[in-house]
């Protein structure tokens, strides 16, 4: 290869790779992947997230990890029940129902009859979600006979409530626990995480729903000044939003594990008529 031909080459590979370079840019630019990242990144005003959870909060949901350890000698006086109930247990948000089992056992072991929702992972909602959810509750009501009590823990408390509006003859009471029903749905630290995991604004779901409007059946809300992930005053509500709000003290993920939301629980089921 001569000298000038040699020139002439590397003269020609950085422009190459600008081409390439922004070709690159302008594919990601109009990718889906992008798209989400910017739904993460969205600019919110403060007084949209004010009430969220201070990062202390935050740090504390870690000490599930030592839950496991806290099971193998921990003892719960269960009582059996006077008036058993079938339940439905509806996940939180990126949850798989097998995190509720342990409060589902503990329901059983009362007396009570546990199902889960029948979706698998709760990746947020949309209509189709919807309808096999409402699916899910014909067939229980039917099968069972009798109406069924929702209890949902975070974004599942938000299922619990909307089905509950749709299909209220089949619902016995609904159990929210954690959820963020009320109030700016950015007072939050996952509404990032959940706008970039579904792919829409928590602004605007593709559902049709009203989350502060009250199902027209009894509505009992969960909520605590320990929770890491949800601002307590959207998960507690205002009245008219619930019949009663009930406040515990565990985290976000102690919601499906504290004694003490267990017990709450099961007095709820208790007064379900």
Not at 66 to 74: A, K
Not at 79 to 98: D, E, K, R, S
Not at 123 to 136: C, H, I, M, N, Y
Not at 235 to 243: I, M, Q, S, T, V
């Amino acid at each position: 290869m001569t000298p000038s031909r040699l020139s002439s080459d590397i003269a020609r590979i950085p422009a190459q790779f600008a081409a390439a370079g922004a070709g690159a840019r302008q594919a990601y630019e109009a990718s889906e992947f992008a798209r989400r990242v910017a739904l993460a990144r969205e600019v919110c005003p403060e007084e949209h997230e004010a009430g969220k959870p201070r990062l202390v909060r935050l740090l504390g949901e870690l000490e599930f990890l030592f839950e496991p350890v806290r099971r193998r000698t921990r003892k719960l006086d269960i009582a059996i029940t006077a008036n058993p109930q079938m339940v439905m247990l509806l996940p939180g948000f990126a949850a798989h129902p097998v995190r509720m089992r342990y409060l589902a056992r503990q329901l059983e072991a009362a007396g009570h009859r546990t199902k889960r929702w029948g979706l698998g992972f709760n990746w947020g909602p949309d209509e189709a979600r919807f309808e096999q959810l409402e699916a899910r509750l014909e067939e229980l009501h039917a099968r069972h006979g009798r109406k069924v009590v929702l209890v949902g823990w975070s974004l599942g408390g938000l299922f619990a409530r909307e089905i509950a509006k749709r299909r209220p003859e089949m619902v016995a009471k609904v159990i929210t626990m954690g959820s963020p029903f009320s109030g700016s749905l950015r007072a939050n630290n996952v509404w990032r995480a959940y706008q970039f995991i579904t792919g829409h604004s928590v602004d605007a779901p593709p559902i049709d729903a009203d989350l502060p409007a009250k199902p027209p059946v009894e509505t009992v809300a969960l909520w605590s000044a320990n929770d890491g992930a949800i601002a307590p005053r959207c998960a507690a509500g205002r009245p008219g939003e619930r019949d009663r709000a009930i406040a515990l003290r565990c985290t976000h993920m102690g919601f499906t594990y504290d004694p003490q939301v267990i017990h709450t629980v099961l007095e709820e089921l208790e007064a379900t008529r």
